[in-house]
Structures are given as C-alpha cells and as structure tokens.
Nanobody, 121 residues
Framework: QVQLVESGGGLVQPGGSLRLACAATGSIFSIYTMGWYRQAPGKERELVADITSGGNTNYAGSVKGRFTISRDNAKNTVYLQMNGLKPDDTAIFYC???????????????WGKGTLVTVSS
C-alpha cells in the first residue's frame, strides 16, 4: 500500500501564497505521475496540475501562470506552489500518485485525505 500525506493548507488572504506538499510512503516500487486535485464546496473534483516522473507538467487553465507543480523523486514528494490566490481557489486539495508497490503487477492511483485551502479576507 501507498500512503499519501498532504501538508501546507490553511487560511490566506486574496493575492497571497501557499505551498502544499505531499509525501508518499509505503512499499513503493515506483511512482509515475503525481498530481493535485481540488474540490470546492458544491462542485465536482477537478484536476489542478500533475507531473510525470520525467518532469512533464500539466495544468488546469484556471491556475496556469499562478500555480507551479514540482516533485522530488528521491523523497517521493510532490509540491504545489500557489501564488496569486483567489477566493475561487478555496477548496480541499487532494494529492494523487500513480504508483506500483513491491509485488504488484499493475499500478494504481492512490489518494491523500486532503488539505483545506481557504482564501478569504
């Protein structure tokens, strides 16, 4: 099994910044894509950004130019630097990892429990 633990959420004023981190632990053989999703109150969960093991990134249009995803493969950790935060960014942010564990034939997507980001004055 793979466990994902997010950190870095909190309350921030509009225009402010936050940095989320997510560490993957467990009997990990390899991790492919890692990413961040978010779910705002009353809305569907949506992809924010993801990054492959090779460093290729993909962003939702609403966060391009404001958010930056990165990862440390040696630490099995993914980060999300969020700048220029807006009230519309208020959501629970979930970390994901497409990973294969020791002895597993096929990989699967693992999810963290989420961290709340609130943007408000």
């Amino acid at each position: 099994q793979v466990q994902l633990v997010e950190s870095g959420g909190g309350l921030v004023q509009p225009g402010g910044s936050l940095r989320l981190a997510c560490a993957a632990t467990g009997s990990i053989f390899s991790i492919y894509t890692m990413g961040w999703y978010r779910q705002a109150p009353g809305k569907e969960r949506e992809l924010v950004a993801d990054i492959t093991s090779g460093g290729n990134t993909n962003y939702a249009g609403s966060v391009k130019g404001r958010f930056t995803i990165s990862r440390d493969n040696a630490k099995n950790t993914v980060y999300l630097q969020m700048n220029g935060l807006k009230p519309d960014d208020t959501a629970i942010f979930y970390c994901t990892a497409d990973a294969k564990t020791m002895g597993q034939l096929y990989g699967m997507r693992y999810w963290g429990k989420g961290t709340l980001v609130t943007v408000s004055s």
